[in-house]
């Protein structure tokens, strides 16, 4: 087990930061109607071919369309976070990608998620 230059206090504080906006992200992104079988990794997020009148189907095109974006960014922002607490679990938290230096505690507490320090953002 490698030994990070975080506190256990700090590791729990950033951990507990990345489980609650998991947790938001997991209620947005129902909210916008991804289906929520768990498997986020997938990525595909088909839309569902629910048959409607036209014009109620032609709002749903319409508010799929205006989300995919969004939804993509929280997606995006959600496996950033998975991955954050994988390397919790291994051990390798706060460790820059790129350089292998420590990420500051204050660039963590800013982005719990930050994969490298700030020379490499
Ligand atoms: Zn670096």
Same mark, same amino acid.
Do not use: F
């Given at each position: ?26 209620? +947005? ?8 079988? @768990? ?6 997020? +088909? ?31 959600? *496996?950033? #976070?998975?991955a954050a607490l994988k390397k919790m679990d291994d051990g390798t938290? @706060?460790?820059?990608? *790129?350089? @292998?230096?420590? #990420? ?10 930050? *994969? ?6």
């Amino acid at each position: 087990m490698k030994k990070t230059h975080l506190s256990e206090d700090e590791l729990q504080d950033l951990r507990a930061n990345l489980e609650a906006e998991r947790d938001s992200l997991d209620e +947005e992104l129902a909210e916008h109607g991804q289906s929520n079988n @768990g498997d986020w990794q997938g990525g595909s997020g +088909e839309l569902r071919g629910e048959e409607a009148d036209p014009t109620d189907a032609a709002d749903k095109i319409e508010e799929l369309v205006t989300n995919v974006p969004l939804v993509e960014e929280l997606e995006t922002r959600r *496996k950033e #976070i998975e991955a954050a607490l994988k390397k919790m679990d291994d051990g390798t938290y @706060g460790i820059c990608e *790129k350089c @292998g230096e420590p #990420i500051p505690v204050d660039r963590l507490e800013a982005n719990p998620a930050a *994969k490298t320090c700030i020379t490499h953002v």
